[in-house]
Protein backbone atom coordinates (compact mmCIF):
# COMPACT_ATOMS: atom_id res chain seq x y z
CA UNK A 1 0.00 0.00 0.00
CA UNK A 2 1.08 2.99 -1.24
CA UNK A 3 1.56 5.13 2.51
CA UNK A 4 2.16 8.75 0.84
CA UNK A 5 -1.77 8.31 0.45
CA UNK A 6 -2.59 6.09 3.53
CA UNK A 7 -0.93 8.43 5.99
CA UNK A 8 -2.03 11.93 5.61
CA UNK A 9 -5.58 10.08 5.64
CA UNK A 10 -4.90 8.63 9.29
CA UNK A 11 -3.56 12.08 10.28
CA UNK A 12 -6.77 13.82 9.37
CA UNK A 13 -9.41 11.25 11.04
CA UNK A 14 -6.69 12.36 14.08
CA UNK A 15 -6.83 15.94 13.25
CA UNK A 16 -11.20 15.72 13.08
CA UNK A 17 -11.38 13.79 15.79
CA UNK A 18 -10.05 16.55 18.20
CA UNK A 19 -11.39 19.47 16.20
CA UNK A 20 -14.91 17.68 16.90
CA UNK A 21 -14.02 16.94 20.00
CA UNK A 22 -13.00 20.19 21.55
CA UNK A 23 -16.18 21.51 19.66
CA UNK A 24 -17.53 19.32 22.48
CA UNK A 25 -15.42 20.70 25.42
CA UNK A 26 -16.77 24.10 24.10
CA UNK A 27 -20.29 23.11 25.62
CA UNK A 28 -18.90 20.78 28.49
CA UNK A 29 -19.51 22.87 31.67
CA UNK A 30 -20.69 20.61 34.63
CA UNK A 31 -20.16 17.63 36.11
CA UNK A 32 -22.92 16.06 34.47
CA UNK A 33 -21.91 16.99 31.37
CA UNK A 34 -18.53 15.04 31.67
CA UNK A 35 -20.46 11.11 32.99
CA UNK A 36 -23.58 11.61 30.88
CA UNK A 37 -24.05 14.65 28.56
CA UNK A 38 -26.54 16.34 31.20
CA UNK A 39 -28.97 13.70 29.49
CA UNK A 40 -30.24 15.62 26.96
CA UNK A 41 -28.97 13.34 23.67
CA UNK A 42 -31.48 12.90 21.35
CA UNK A 43 -32.42 9.36 19.56
CA UNK A 44 -30.51 10.12 15.98
CA UNK A 45 -27.26 11.68 17.71
CA UNK A 46 -27.52 8.85 20.63
CA UNK A 47 -27.45 5.82 17.88
CA UNK A 48 -24.59 7.32 15.98
CA UNK A 49 -22.61 7.78 18.65
CA UNK A 50 -23.70 4.20 20.18
CA UNK A 51 -23.22 2.46 16.66
CA UNK A 52 -19.49 4.66 16.29
CA UNK A 53 -18.25 3.23 19.21
CA UNK A 54 -20.11 -0.53 19.14
CA UNK A 55 -18.41 -0.88 15.52
CA UNK A 56 -14.49 -1.63 17.09
CA UNK A 57 -11.23 -3.01 15.73
CA UNK A 58 -13.05 -6.40 15.48
CA UNK A 59 -16.07 -5.28 13.36
CA UNK A 60 -14.30 -3.31 11.14
CA UNK A 61 -10.94 -5.57 10.96
CA UNK A 62 -11.55 -8.48 12.54
CA UNK A 63 -14.81 -10.03 10.94
CA UNK A 64 -13.59 -9.68 7.13
CA UNK A 65 -10.44 -11.87 8.33
CA UNK A 66 -12.55 -14.43 10.46
CA UNK A 67 -14.93 -14.64 7.45
CA UNK A 68 -11.61 -15.07 5.45
CA UNK A 69 -10.05 -17.95 7.23
CA UNK A 70 -13.27 -19.90 8.51
CA UNK A 71 -15.63 -19.35 5.70
CA UNK A 72 -19.24 -17.90 5.87
CA UNK A 73 -20.20 -19.10 9.33
CA UNK A 74 -18.22 -16.66 10.88
CA UNK A 75 -21.46 -14.57 9.60
CA UNK A 76 -22.68 -15.19 13.24
CA UNK A 77 -20.40 -13.03 14.37
CA UNK A 78 -22.54 -9.70 12.94
CA UNK A 79 -25.83 -11.61 13.43
CA UNK A 80 -25.00 -11.69 17.31
CA UNK A 81 -23.88 -8.25 17.34
CA UNK A 82 -26.48 -6.60 16.02
CA UNK A 83 -29.21 -9.17 17.45
CA UNK A 84 -27.76 -8.17 20.80
CA UNK A 85 -29.22 -4.89 20.81
CA UNK A 86 -32.51 -6.47 20.01
CA UNK A 87 -32.69 -8.36 23.61
CA UNK A 88 -31.74 -4.83 24.68
CA UNK A 89 -34.38 -3.36 23.12
CA UNK A 90 -36.95 -5.73 25.00
CA UNK A 91 -35.53 -6.16 28.61
CA UNK A 92 -33.02 -3.35 29.40
CA UNK A 93 -32.75 0.10 27.71
CA UNK A 94 -36.11 1.90 28.97
CA UNK A 95 -35.44 0.28 32.75
CA UNK A 96 -31.85 0.84 33.08
CA UNK A 97 -32.33 4.73 31.82
CA UNK A 98 -35.35 5.20 34.52
CA UNK A 99 -33.16 4.08 37.01
CA UNK A 100 -30.82 7.08 37.20
CA UNK A 101 -27.52 5.69 37.87
CA UNK A 102 -24.26 6.95 35.77
CA UNK A 103 -22.76 3.53 35.69
CA UNK A 104 -23.59 -0.43 36.03
CA UNK A 105 -22.02 0.11 39.44
CA UNK A 106 -24.32 2.67 40.14
CA UNK A 107 -27.11 0.61 39.06
CA UNK A 108 -26.22 -2.26 41.27
CA UNK A 109 -26.02 0.10 44.30
CA UNK A 110 -29.58 1.61 43.28
CA UNK A 111 -31.54 -1.65 43.07
CA UNK A 112 -29.43 -3.64 45.60
CA UNK A 113 -28.74 -0.54 48.13
CA UNK A 114 -25.36 -2.71 49.06
CA UNK A 115 -21.26 -1.24 48.41
CA UNK A 116 -20.10 -4.31 48.19
CA UNK A 117 -22.10 -5.16 45.19
CA UNK A 118 -21.19 -1.92 44.28
CA UNK A 119 -17.35 -2.25 44.47
CA UNK A 120 -17.28 -5.99 42.57
CA UNK A 121 -19.74 -4.79 39.46
CA UNK A 122 -16.58 -2.21 39.19
CA UNK A 123 -13.91 -4.92 38.80
CA UNK A 124 -16.03 -6.29 36.81
CA UNK A 125 -16.35 -3.48 34.82
CA UNK A 126 -13.29 -2.30 34.68
CA UNK A 127 -11.56 -5.75 33.61
CA UNK A 128 -13.82 -6.06 30.13
CA UNK A 129 -13.36 -2.39 29.31
CA UNK A 130 -9.40 -3.16 29.94
CA UNK A 131 -9.91 -6.29 27.93
CA UNK A 132 -11.87 -4.51 25.00
CA UNK A 133 -9.36 -1.93 24.81
CA UNK A 134 -6.68 -4.19 24.44
CA UNK A 135 -7.77 -4.99 20.45
CA UNK A 136 -8.61 -1.57 19.89
CA UNK A 137 -4.82 -0.54 20.12
CA UNK A 138 -3.23 -3.85 18.63
CA UNK A 139 -5.83 -2.65 15.69
CA UNK A 140 -3.93 0.14 15.44
CA UNK A 141 -0.56 -1.22 15.13
CA UNK A 142 -1.00 -3.41 12.40
CA UNK A 143 -3.14 -0.74 10.55
CA UNK A 144 0.49 1.60 10.70
CA UNK A 145 2.11 -1.45 10.29
CA UNK A 146 0.73 -2.30 7.36
CA UNK A 147 0.82 0.92 5.74
CA UNK A 148 4.21 2.14 6.96
CA UNK A 149 6.19 -0.65 8.14
CA UNK A 150 6.09 1.31 11.84
CA UNK A 151 6.35 -0.73 15.36
CA UNK A 152 3.66 -2.11 16.04
CA UNK A 153 3.22 -0.08 18.88
CA UNK A 154 3.13 2.83 17.97
CA UNK A 155 -0.53 3.23 16.34
CA UNK A 156 -1.42 1.74 19.92
CA UNK A 157 0.24 4.73 21.71
CA UNK A 158 -1.27 7.93 18.78
CA UNK A 159 -4.72 6.34 19.83
CA UNK A 160 -3.92 6.20 23.48
CA UNK A 161 -3.04 10.10 23.14
CA UNK A 162 -6.03 11.20 21.12
CA UNK A 163 -8.60 8.83 23.13
CA UNK A 164 -7.14 10.58 26.25
CA UNK A 165 -7.32 14.05 25.58
CA UNK A 166 -10.55 13.75 24.04
CA UNK A 167 -11.81 11.79 26.85
CA UNK A 168 -10.37 13.82 29.68
CA UNK A 169 -10.90 17.66 27.94
CA UNK A 170 -14.41 17.04 27.03
CA UNK A 171 -16.02 13.44 28.80
CA UNK A 172 -19.26 12.25 27.56
CA UNK A 173 -20.39 15.55 25.57
CA UNK A 174 -17.15 15.62 23.43
CA UNK A 175 -16.88 11.49 22.43
CA UNK A 176 -20.91 11.82 21.83
CA UNK A 177 -20.17 14.17 18.67
CA UNK A 178 -16.69 12.32 18.00
CA UNK A 179 -18.05 9.08 18.17
CA UNK A 180 -21.64 10.16 15.57
CA UNK A 181 -18.54 11.32 13.44
CA UNK A 182 -17.10 8.16 12.89
CA UNK A 183 -19.94 6.34 12.94
CA UNK A 184 -20.38 7.70 9.44
CA UNK A 185 -16.87 8.04 8.27
CA UNK A 186 -16.97 4.08 9.00
CA UNK A 187 -19.68 3.56 7.24
CA UNK A 188 -18.33 5.51 3.75
CA UNK A 189 -14.73 4.27 4.37
CA UNK A 190 -16.09 0.68 3.98
CA UNK A 191 -19.04 1.77 1.52
CA UNK A 192 -17.16 3.35 -0.83
CA UNK A 193 -14.32 1.17 -1.42
CA UNK A 194 -16.53 -2.14 -1.44
CA UNK A 195 -18.77 -0.68 -4.66
CA UNK A 196 -15.75 -0.05 -6.73
CA UNK A 197 -14.12 -3.78 -5.18
CA UNK A 198 -17.43 -5.64 -6.11
CA UNK A 199 -17.09 -3.85 -9.98
CA UNK A 200 -13.56 -5.03 -10.36
CA UNK A 201 -14.39 -8.87 -9.15
CA UNK A 202 -17.17 -9.10 -11.67
CA UNK A 203 -15.09 -7.42 -14.54
CA UNK A 204 -11.68 -9.77 -14.55
CA UNK A 205 -12.64 -13.50 -14.04
CA UNK A 206 -12.39 -14.23 -10.86
CA UNK A 207 -14.73 -17.55 -9.45
CA UNK A 208 -18.43 -16.25 -9.10
CA UNK A 209 -18.45 -18.42 -5.73
CA UNK A 210 -15.58 -17.75 -2.95
CA UNK A 211 -16.52 -20.61 -0.73
CA UNK A 212 -17.45 -23.53 -2.80
CA UNK A 213 -13.76 -24.44 -3.71
CA UNK A 214 -10.74 -24.55 -1.60
CA UNK A 215 -9.12 -21.46 -1.25
CA UNK A 216 -6.22 -21.17 -4.21
CA UNK A 217 -3.37 -19.00 -5.82
CA UNK A 218 -4.46 -16.83 -8.69
CA UNK A 219 -0.92 -15.59 -9.59
CA UNK A 220 2.44 -16.82 -8.75
CA UNK A 221 2.57 -15.23 -4.90
CA UNK A 222 5.77 -15.33 -2.42
CA UNK A 223 4.64 -15.70 1.28
CA UNK A 224 7.29 -14.96 3.73
CA UNK A 225 6.76 -16.66 7.16
CA UNK A 226 7.69 -14.79 10.05
CA UNK A 227 6.84 -16.92 12.88
CA UNK A 228 7.31 -20.30 13.01
CA UNK A 229 4.75 -22.33 11.74
CA UNK A 230 3.20 -25.55 10.63
CA UNK A 231 1.19 -26.22 7.20
CA UNK A 232 -1.62 -29.21 6.92
CA UNK A 233 -1.62 -30.40 3.61
CA UNK A 234 -4.58 -32.62 2.82
CA UNK A 235 -2.51 -33.48 -0.56
CA UNK A 236 0.89 -33.14 -2.09
CA UNK A 237 1.91 -29.37 -2.92
CA UNK A 238 4.86 -28.24 -5.18
CA UNK A 239 5.95 -25.28 -3.45
CA UNK A 240 9.65 -23.87 -4.09
CA UNK A 241 11.34 -23.05 -0.83
CA UNK A 242 13.78 -20.50 0.60
CA UNK A 243 13.93 -21.26 4.34
CA UNK A 244 13.57 -24.10 6.69
CA UNK A 245 10.79 -26.69 5.97
CA UNK A 246 11.30 -29.79 8.48
CA UNK A 247 14.49 -29.12 10.12
CA UNK A 248 16.21 -28.81 6.62
CA UNK A 249 17.41 -25.66 4.87
CA UNK A 250 17.14 -25.16 1.45
CA UNK A 251 17.73 -22.11 -1.23
CA UNK A 252 15.36 -21.64 -3.64
CA UNK A 253 14.54 -25.40 -4.09
CA UNK A 254 11.76 -26.71 -5.53
CA UNK A 255 9.81 -29.74 -3.30
CA UNK A 256 6.89 -31.80 -3.30
CA UNK A 257 5.43 -31.66 0.30
CA UNK A 258 3.85 -35.07 0.69
CA UNK A 259 -0.03 -35.00 2.62
CA UNK A 260 0.37 -34.27 6.14
CA UNK A 261 1.91 -31.60 8.60
CA UNK A 262 5.55 -29.61 7.51
CA UNK A 263 7.16 -27.60 10.06
CA UNK A 264 7.90 -24.42 8.50
CA UNK A 265 11.01 -21.97 9.96
CA UNK A 266 10.71 -18.48 10.49
CA UNK A 267 12.23 -16.30 8.31
CA UNK A 268 11.09 -18.89 5.09
CA UNK A 269 10.14 -17.50 1.94
CA UNK A 270 7.55 -20.13 0.23
CA UNK A 271 6.86 -19.09 -3.84
CA UNK A 272 3.13 -20.87 -4.60
CA UNK A 273 2.34 -21.72 -8.14
CA UNK A 274 -0.71 -20.14 -9.64
CA UNK A 275 -3.65 -21.90 -9.02
CA UNK A 276 -2.13 -24.07 -6.55
CA UNK A 277 -4.41 -24.65 -2.81
CA UNK A 278 -3.96 -22.34 -0.02
CA UNK A 279 -2.18 -24.67 3.01
CA UNK A 280 -3.94 -24.49 6.32
CA UNK A 281 -1.86 -22.67 8.49
CA UNK A 282 -1.18 -23.91 12.51
CA UNK A 283 0.41 -20.79 14.41
CA UNK A 284 -1.78 -20.57 17.61
CA UNK A 285 -3.41 -17.91 15.68
CA UNK A 286 -5.61 -18.20 12.75
CA UNK A 287 -6.04 -15.17 11.02
CA UNK A 288 -7.98 -13.44 14.25
CA UNK A 289 -9.15 -16.59 15.75
CA UNK A 290 -6.92 -18.72 18.05
CA UNK A 291 -6.29 -22.37 16.39
CA UNK A 292 -7.43 -23.81 19.22
CA UNK A 293 -10.78 -22.39 18.71
CA UNK A 294 -10.67 -23.38 15.27
CA UNK A 295 -10.38 -26.12 15.88
CA UNK A 296 -13.40 -26.60 18.71
CA UNK A 297 -15.77 -25.22 15.81
CA UNK A 298 -14.47 -28.29 13.20
CA UNK A 299 -15.01 -30.55 16.24
CA UNK A 300 -17.88 -29.47 17.41
CA UNK A 301 -19.74 -27.26 15.32
CA UNK A 302 -23.34 -27.17 16.40
CA UNK A 303 -21.86 -26.75 20.28
CA UNK A 304 -19.49 -23.73 19.00
CA UNK A 305 -22.15 -21.99 17.12
CA UNK A 306 -24.86 -21.68 19.73
CA UNK A 307 -22.15 -20.81 22.54
CA UNK A 308 -21.27 -17.93 19.70
CA UNK A 309 -24.48 -16.91 19.37
CA UNK A 310 -25.54 -17.09 23.10
CA UNK A 311 -22.50 -14.75 24.04
CA UNK A 312 -23.37 -12.40 21.42
CA UNK A 313 -26.60 -12.02 22.09
CA UNK A 314 -26.19 -11.86 25.78
CA UNK A 315 -23.09 -10.05 26.02
CA UNK A 316 -24.38 -6.74 24.02
CA UNK A 317 -26.10 -5.43 27.03
CA UNK A 318 -23.61 -5.41 29.81
CA UNK A 319 -20.22 -3.62 27.84
CA UNK A 320 -19.71 -0.59 29.81
CA UNK A 321 -19.14 1.52 26.91
CA UNK A 322 -22.57 0.14 25.26
CA UNK A 323 -24.46 0.61 28.29
CA UNK A 324 -23.37 3.92 30.02
CA UNK A 325 -24.87 5.96 27.05
CA UNK A 326 -28.48 4.70 28.02
CA UNK A 327 -27.93 6.81 30.59
CA UNK A 328 -27.20 9.94 29.02
CA UNK A 329 -31.29 9.69 26.98
CA UNK A 330 -33.52 12.19 28.36
CA UNK A 331 -35.65 9.67 29.64
CA UNK A 332 -36.68 5.79 28.77
CA UNK A 333 -38.31 6.61 25.86
CA UNK A 334 -35.72 8.17 23.98
CA UNK A 335 -33.67 5.29 25.09
CA UNK A 336 -36.08 2.74 23.45
CA UNK A 337 -35.70 4.40 20.04
CA UNK A 338 -32.43 5.45 20.45
CA UNK A 339 -31.91 1.24 20.54
CA UNK A 340 -33.83 0.61 17.33
CA UNK A 341 -32.18 3.10 15.54
CA UNK A 342 -28.89 1.48 16.67
CA UNK A 343 -30.31 -1.67 15.41
CA UNK A 344 -31.03 0.05 11.61
CA UNK A 345 -27.50 1.86 11.72
CA UNK A 346 -25.25 -1.66 12.95
CA UNK A 347 -27.35 -3.48 10.27
CA UNK A 348 -26.21 -1.52 7.48
CA UNK A 349 -22.48 -1.42 8.67
CA UNK A 350 -22.61 -5.44 9.02
CA UNK A 351 -23.17 -6.25 5.51
CA UNK A 352 -19.57 -4.74 4.26
CA UNK A 353 -17.07 -7.02 6.14
CA UNK A 354 -18.63 -10.06 5.06
CA UNK A 355 -17.74 -8.73 1.74
CA UNK A 356 -13.93 -8.41 2.35
CA UNK A 357 -14.02 -11.50 3.66
CA UNK A 358 -15.13 -12.97 0.62
CA UNK A 359 -13.00 -11.06 -1.65
CA UNK A 360 -9.74 -11.72 0.77
CA UNK A 361 -10.20 -15.19 0.20
CA UNK A 362 -10.43 -14.93 -3.62
CA UNK A 363 -7.34 -12.24 -4.02
CA UNK A 364 -5.30 -12.16 -0.37
CA UNK A 365 -5.10 -15.51 0.26
CA UNK A 366 -1.63 -15.78 1.74
CA UNK A 367 -3.02 -14.06 4.63
CA UNK A 368 -4.21 -17.14 6.31
CA UNK A 369 -0.60 -18.54 5.92
CA UNK A 370 1.08 -15.55 7.40
CA UNK A 371 -1.71 -15.20 10.08
CA UNK A 372 -2.47 -11.71 8.98
CA UNK A 373 -6.12 -11.95 7.66
CA UNK A 374 -6.92 -8.64 9.43
CA UNK A 375 -5.35 -6.60 7.31
CA UNK A 376 -7.04 -8.00 4.51
CA UNK A 377 -9.20 -5.04 4.15
CA UNK A 378 -6.68 -2.37 4.43
CA UNK A 379 -4.94 -4.84 1.40
CA UNK A 380 -7.65 -5.63 -1.27
CA UNK A 381 -7.71 -1.46 -2.53
CA UNK A 382 -4.26 -2.02 -4.11
CA UNK A 383 -4.36 -5.94 -4.71
CA UNK A 384 -7.50 -5.72 -6.52
CA UNK A 385 -7.29 -2.41 -8.54
CA UNK A 386 -4.06 -0.83 -7.79
CA UNK A 387 -2.62 2.39 -9.19
CA UNK A 388 -3.66 5.83 -8.30
CA UNK A 389 -7.00 4.92 -7.67
CA UNK A 390 -5.78 2.28 -5.65
CA UNK A 391 -4.22 3.83 -3.09
CA UNK A 392 -7.07 6.61 -2.61
CA UNK A 393 -9.06 3.98 -1.44
CA UNK A 394 -6.67 1.76 0.77
CA UNK A 395 -6.34 5.47 1.87
CA UNK A 396 -10.18 5.90 3.41
CA UNK A 397 -10.42 2.39 4.46
CA UNK A 398 -7.30 3.08 6.53
CA UNK A 399 -8.84 6.42 7.93
CA UNK A 400 -12.12 4.61 8.51
CA UNK A 401 -9.94 1.44 10.22
CA UNK A 402 -8.89 4.58 12.98
CA UNK A 403 -11.69 5.97 13.03
CA UNK A 404 -13.27 2.46 14.52
CA UNK A 405 -9.89 2.36 17.11
CA UNK A 406 -10.60 6.14 18.34
CA UNK A 407 -14.22 5.81 18.98
CA UNK A 408 -14.49 2.54 20.32
CA UNK A 409 -11.63 3.24 22.69
CA UNK A 410 -13.32 6.71 23.35
CA UNK A 411 -16.18 5.03 25.00
CA UNK A 412 -14.72 2.30 26.74
CA UNK A 413 -12.29 4.77 28.34
CA UNK A 414 -15.16 6.83 29.24
CA UNK A 415 -16.90 3.98 30.81
CA UNK A 416 -13.77 2.90 32.66
CA UNK A 417 -12.79 6.55 33.80
CA UNK A 418 -16.04 6.83 35.37
CA UNK A 419 -16.26 3.76 37.43
CA UNK A 420 -12.27 4.05 38.61
CA UNK A 421 -13.55 8.36 39.74
CA UNK A 422 -16.37 6.99 41.65
CA UNK A 423 -14.99 4.19 43.32
CA UNK A 424 -11.39 3.97 43.38
CA UNK A 425 -10.17 8.20 43.36
CA UNK A 426 -10.59 9.85 46.17
CA UNK A 427 -13.06 12.57 44.37
CA UNK A 428 -15.90 12.21 42.07
CA UNK A 429 -15.02 16.17 40.98
CA UNK A 430 -13.80 16.98 36.68
CA UNK A 431 -10.03 17.00 37.94
CA UNK A 432 -10.60 13.47 39.22
CA UNK A 433 -12.48 12.33 36.10
CA UNK A 434 -9.49 13.34 34.09
CA UNK A 435 -6.43 11.71 36.12
CA UNK A 436 -9.32 8.22 35.89
CA UNK A 437 -8.97 8.52 31.89
CA UNK A 438 -5.09 8.45 32.39
CA UNK A 439 -5.08 5.62 34.24
CA UNK A 440 -7.74 3.69 32.64
CA UNK A 441 -5.88 4.01 28.98
CA UNK A 442 -2.56 3.20 31.06
CA UNK A 443 -2.92 -0.16 31.72
CA UNK A 444 -4.17 -1.37 28.78
CA UNK A 445 -1.26 0.12 26.43
CA UNK A 446 1.03 -1.22 28.83
CA UNK A 447 -0.46 -4.71 28.28
CA UNK A 448 -0.78 -4.54 24.25
CA UNK A 449 3.31 -3.52 23.96
CA UNK A 450 3.55 -6.86 26.90
CA UNK A 451 0.96 -9.61 25.46
CA UNK A 452 1.67 -8.45 21.78
CA UNK A 453 -0.21 -10.14 18.84
CA UNK A 454 -3.42 -11.35 21.12
CA UNK A 455 -6.16 -12.54 18.41
CA UNK A 456 -8.29 -9.55 17.96
CA UNK A 457 -11.57 -12.43 18.20
CA UNK A 458 -10.11 -14.15 20.83
CA UNK A 459 -10.09 -10.60 23.19
CA UNK A 460 -13.35 -9.34 22.00
CA UNK A 461 -14.93 -13.00 22.34
CA UNK A 462 -13.89 -13.19 26.06
CA UNK A 463 -15.46 -9.90 26.66
CA UNK A 464 -18.73 -11.16 25.31
CA UNK A 465 -18.43 -14.30 27.02
CA UNK A 466 -17.41 -12.53 30.89
CA UNK A 467 -20.30 -9.63 30.07
CA UNK A 468 -23.30 -12.12 29.14
CA UNK A 469 -22.03 -14.45 32.43
CA UNK A 470 -21.96 -11.58 34.96
CA UNK A 471 -23.97 -8.70 33.93
CA UNK A 472 -26.38 -9.80 31.79
CA UNK A 473 -27.92 -12.17 34.99
CA UNK A 474 -27.37 -9.01 37.07
CA UNK A 475 -29.19 -6.62 34.75
CA UNK A 476 -32.46 -9.02 33.84
CA UNK A 477 -32.92 -10.21 37.37
CA UNK A 478 -32.05 -6.84 39.09
CA UNK A 479 -34.70 -5.04 36.57
CA UNK A 480 -37.23 -8.00 36.62
CA UNK A 481 -37.00 -10.36 39.67
CA UNK A 482 -38.30 -8.74 43.21
CA UNK A 483 -36.64 -11.24 45.09
CA UNK A 484 -33.04 -10.78 43.93
CA UNK A 485 -30.63 -10.06 47.26
CA UNK A 486 -27.06 -8.32 47.53
CA UNK A 487 -25.60 -12.07 48.39
CA UNK A 488 -26.96 -13.43 45.36
CA UNK A 489 -26.05 -10.84 42.90
CA UNK A 490 -22.48 -10.81 44.10
CA UNK A 491 -22.52 -15.03 43.54
CA UNK A 492 -24.00 -14.60 40.77
CA UNK A 493 -21.45 -12.59 39.27
CA UNK A 494 -18.37 -14.24 40.70
CA UNK A 495 -19.47 -18.13 39.52
CA UNK A 496 -20.91 -16.73 36.21
CA UNK A 497 -18.07 -14.21 34.68
CA UNK A 498 -15.04 -16.03 37.03
CA UNK A 499 -15.54 -19.14 35.45
CA UNK A 500 -16.49 -17.92 32.00
CA UNK A 501 -13.01 -15.73 32.27
CA UNK A 502 -11.20 -18.84 33.77
CA UNK A 503 -12.75 -21.12 30.71
CA UNK A 504 -11.66 -18.87 28.08
CA UNK A 505 -8.20 -17.87 29.38
CA UNK A 506 -7.95 -21.54 29.50
CA UNK A 507 -8.17 -22.20 26.15
CA UNK A 508 -6.25 -18.96 24.73
CA UNK A 509 -3.32 -20.42 26.69
CA UNK A 510 -3.92 -23.72 25.11
CA UNK A 511 -5.70 -26.19 27.74
CA UNK A 512 -6.82 -28.59 26.69
CA UNK A 513 -5.80 -28.80 23.37
CA UNK A 514 -8.67 -31.57 21.81
CA UNK A 515 -11.88 -33.34 23.31
CA UNK A 516 -14.57 -32.40 24.99
CA UNK A 517 -13.62 -30.44 27.82
CA UNK A 518 -11.68 -27.94 25.69
CA UNK A 519 -14.86 -27.16 23.35
CA UNK A 520 -16.96 -26.31 26.71
CA UNK A 521 -13.81 -24.07 27.91
CA UNK A 522 -13.41 -22.46 24.50
CA UNK A 523 -17.32 -21.77 24.16
CA UNK A 524 -18.68 -20.98 28.06
CA UNK A 525 -21.55 -19.03 27.26
CA UNK A 526 -24.11 -22.34 26.86
CA UNK A 527 -23.31 -23.24 30.36
CA UNK A 528 -21.70 -20.32 32.39
CA UNK A 529 -24.71 -17.62 31.60
CA UNK A 530 -27.26 -20.56 32.70
CA UNK A 531 -24.89 -20.84 35.92
CA UNK A 532 -24.89 -17.03 36.53
CA UNK A 533 -28.37 -16.78 36.10
CA UNK A 534 -29.00 -19.91 38.68
CA UNK A 535 -26.47 -19.27 41.50
CA UNK A 536 -28.44 -15.57 41.31
CA UNK A 537 -31.95 -17.10 41.64
CA UNK A 538 -30.97 -20.11 44.47
CA UNK A 539 -28.53 -17.57 46.57
CA UNK A 540 -31.18 -14.90 46.56
CA UNK A 541 -34.01 -17.76 47.70
CA UNK A 542 -32.07 -18.60 50.55
CA UNK A 543 -31.38 -15.86 51.61
CA UNK A 544 -34.72 -14.21 51.48
CA UNK A 545 -34.35 -11.68 54.47
CA UNK A 546 -31.55 -9.75 52.56
CA UNK A 547 -34.11 -8.35 49.69
CA UNK A 548 -33.63 -4.48 50.11
CA UNK A 549 -36.07 -2.62 52.09
CA UNK A 550 -38.39 -0.46 49.04
CA UNK A 551 -37.79 -2.64 46.58
CA UNK A 552 -40.80 -2.51 45.22
CA UNK A 553 -40.88 1.40 44.70
CA UNK A 554 -37.33 1.05 43.01
CA UNK A 555 -38.77 -1.50 40.44
CA UNK A 556 -41.96 1.04 39.87
CA UNK A 557 -39.38 3.64 39.08
CA UNK A 558 -37.51 1.22 36.53
CA UNK A 559 -40.81 0.75 35.07
CA UNK A 560 -43.43 3.39 35.13
CA UNK A 561 -42.72 5.97 32.31
CA UNK A 562 -41.32 9.51 33.81
CA UNK A 563 -44.63 11.35 32.84
CA UNK A 564 -46.74 8.92 34.98
CA UNK A 565 -44.14 8.72 38.06
CA UNK A 566 -44.53 12.56 38.65
CA UNK A 567 -48.07 12.15 38.32
CA UNK A 568 -48.01 9.67 41.21
CA UNK A 569 -45.89 11.81 42.98
CA UNK A 570 -47.96 14.80 42.22
Not at 9 to 27: D, E, Q, Y
Not at 280 to 295: E, I, K, P
Not at 483 to 488: D, E, K, M, Q, S
Not at 520 to 533: D, I, K, N
Request: hydrophobic letters at 50%.
Amino acid sequence: MNSSYAVPAVALVVVATVLVGAFGLRISRTTSDFYVASRTVGPRLNAAAISGEYLSAASFLGIAGLVLVQGPDMLWYPVGYTAGYLVLLLFVAAPLRRSGAYTLPDFAEARLASHGVRRLAGAFVVGVGWLYLLPQLQGAGLTLTVLTGAPDSLGGLIVAVVVVATVAAGGMRSITFVQAFQYWLKLTALLVPALFLVLAWQSDGAPRHAFEEPAAFREQRVVRVDDTLDLKLDHPLTVTVNGTVDGRRHRAERLQLPTGTHHIGAGTRLTFAKGATVPVADRGTNGGMSTSLAASREERPLYATYGLILATFLGTMGLPHVVVRFYTSPHGVAARRTTVAVLGLIGAFYLLPPVYGALGRLYTPELTITGDADAAVLLLPDRMIGGVGGDLLGALVAGGAFAAFLSTASGLTMAVAGVLTQDVLPSRGVRHFRLGTVLAMVVPLVASVVVGGLPVADAVGLAFAVSASSFCPLLVLGIWWTRLTPPGAAAGMLVGGGSAFVAVAATMAGFPGTGPLHALLAWPALWSVPLGFLTMVLVSLATPGRVPTGTAAILARFHLPEELRAEVKA
